[in-house]
Nanobody, 125 residues
Framework: QVQLVESGGGSVQAGGSLRLSCAAS????????MGWFRQTPGKEREGVAV??????????ADSVKGRFTISQETTKNTLTLSLQMNSLKPEDTGMYYC????????????????WGQGTQVTVSS
């Protein structure tokens, strides 16, 4: 069982930056993909960025390319997933979720079986 705990959300003005972190406890290497998703009321959860835990392939939503950077740091039994968000826009506002998958790696929420509780990001104009 993978447990995911996000932190780092908050409120910022447009053009500002935030860094989200996700601590994956009881990390198992069966979760070969980690990702960030976001959701706003009334909308489906959308993929923001995903990364293979072995490194290498990364994918971003078109709306965040060039502004967001996903990264990970792995120790013996834990993984910390980060999302550096720069040049934030009001449309980036939402609840951001960290997720883990052992069946695939794409910006598709249905592939991810493990989810954190979410952290709120609010960008004001």
């Amino acid at each position: 069982q993978v447990q995911l705990v996000e932190s780092g959300g908050g409120s910022v003005q447009a053009g500002g930056s935030l860094r989200l972190s996700c601590a994956a406890s009881t990390y198992t290497f069966s979760s070969h993909c980690m990702g960030w998703f976001r959701q706003t009321p009334g909308k489906e959860r959308e993929g923001v960025a995903v990364i293979y835990t072995t490194g290498g392939t990364i994918d971003y939503a078109d709306s965040v390319k060039g502004r967001f950077t996903i990264s990970q740091e792995t120790t013996k039994n834990t993984l910390t997933l980060s999302l550096q968000m720069n040049s934030l826009k009001p449309e980036d506002t939402g609840m951001y979720y960290c997720a883990a998958s052992n069946v695939g790696c794409a910006l598709i929420a249905g592939l991810f079986g493990y989810w954190g509780q979410g952290t709120q990001v609010t960008v004001s104009s």
